[in-house]
């Protein structure tokens, strides 16, 4: 069997399982939302790209699964979706593969976000994920907001793996943190290649082109910004894993449909 062929089937097998095992939330109440027909499973358009949903486990800023994340998958319009798929062939042939740890984002975890930012008691994942900046500032500073551009289907959070990629442990509650912008070897193992600092980290080092960034982790910051933004995306310059493909299909509307197979209505 080809190398390439051998590396796709390598990927496609984790997310598969992943998804087999993970429960969908029971029907009741008021019918929920549904997805408009443009979005996708991001599975179905590009098997092989790897999904670390985070905000389905506790291994976030707030310390707690997030509202509205009922399953560990990214769903994007298809445009978006596509857009991936093309680029993740480019990266592929260098011997890399993405791996998304966000897509849509339903409003309701949005407003999850705001009230936990409200509760400056809940220092929980401080030593990992703002560990320079006061809760008292997180919606100053831009770290938290009322609305989200992932709400509207076409943003998502990424990286890049170099194959044959590398199990991760899952995060467990309580567990010693480290700050997100400690050096690779210290801070919470992720099979992404060296960004210079850990998905969500709350601090300017974040910022796609910070001068402090440079060498190894600077590199892999451009491979990653410089195939997307040939392919149509356009990366927030304070987030080095936040993408949105342009143009947006619902550049208006934030959506509240939970993140579900059962929400997809094609």
Not at 95 to 121: H, I, M
Not at 195 to 215: A, E
Request: some cysteine.
């Amino acid at each position: 069997m080809p190398r390439l062929a051998v590396a796709l089937r390598a990927l496609a097998l984790p997310v598969a399982a992943l998804l087999a095992v993970a429960p969908s939330a029971p029907a009741q109440g008021k019918p929920e939302p549904k997805a408009p027909k443009e979005f996708v499973a991001l599975g179905d358009v590009d098997p092989t790209i790897l999904q670390e949903i985070r905000y389905f486990t506790p291994h976030n800023f707030t310390g707690d699964p997030v509202d509205g994340y009922r399953r560990p998958m990214c769903l994007l319009t298809r445009p978006a979706a596509e857009g991936l798929h093309r680029a993740q062939r480019q990266l592929l042939r260098r011997g890399y593969t993405l791996k998304v740890y966000d897509c849509y984002r339903p409003q309701r975890a949005v407003n999850d976000f705001v009230e936990w930012a409200k509760d400056l008691s809940d220092q929980r994942m401080k030593g990992e994920f703002y560990p320079e900046v006061d809760k008292t500032r997180l919606f100053e500073d831009g770290y938290i907001a009322e609305k989200s551009g992932h709400s509207r289907g076409s943003t998502m959070d990424l990286t890049i793996v170099r194959l044959p990629a590398l199990p991760t442990r899952p995060y467990v509650p309580g567990e010693k943190l480290m700050p997100c912008y400690a050096a690779k070897k210290d801070r919470f193992p992720d099979n992404s290649v060296d960004m210079g600092t850990g998905y969500d980290c709350f601090d300017t080092l974040s910022h796609t082109l910070d001068p402090r960034i440079k060498g190894a982790q600077r590199a892999n910051r451009l491979l990653l910004k410089g195939t997307l933004e040939k392919l149509g995306f356009v990366n927030l310059a304070e987030e080095w894993w936040h993408y949105t493909y342009k143009p947006e299909l619902f550049p208006d509307t934030y959506f509240d449909f939970p993140v579900s197979r059962r929400s997809l209505t094609g």
